[in-house]
């Protein structure tokens, strides 16, 4: 299974960003997909996931009703949708595929990451 995260980049306060998580591979259709983040000298953390079916998703209580995770099964591919951001969204985000959980240890397949910045 390999994963290729994409769509960070540099944007202002407010604005918003979509991510792009594909998946290749050996994917299970049951296998859930995740986001974290890694801040600059901050540990990584987890951010939102949603179900192999994709009738179940969350996100974290730091990105709630600003970011939403979906997938489209036709493209294998996972989105994270970013609206107002602010600079502590500023990190490296990773695309993650296992089981369905908010610890990093629940995901076996892991992607390279796309860095978001958020300035003022």
């Known amino acids: 299974v390999q994963l290729q995260a994409s769509g960070g980049g540099t944007v202002q306060v407010g604005a918003s960003l979509r991510l792009a998580c594909v998946l290749s591979?050996?994917?299970?259709?049951?296998?859930?997909t995740a986001w974290f983040r890694q801040a600059p000298g901050k540990e990584r953390e987890f951010v939102a996931v949603?179900?192999?079916?994709?009738?179940?998703?969350f996100e974290s209580e730091s990105v709630r009703d600003r970011f939403i995770v979906s997938r489209d099964k036709t493209k294998r591919t996972v989105y994270l949708q970013m609206n107002n951001l602010n600079a502590e969204d500023t990190a490296v985000y990773y695309c993650?595929?296992?089981?369905?959980?908010?610890?990093?240890?629940?995901?076996?397949?892991w992607g390279q990451g796309t860095l978001v910045t958020v300035s003022s």
């Open positions: 993650a595929q296992g089981r369905y959980g908010t610890a990093e240890s629940d995901y076996t397949y």
């Open positions: 591979g050996r994917v299970s259709s049951w296998d859930a």
């Open positions: 949603i179900s192999g079916p994709g009738s179940g998703a």
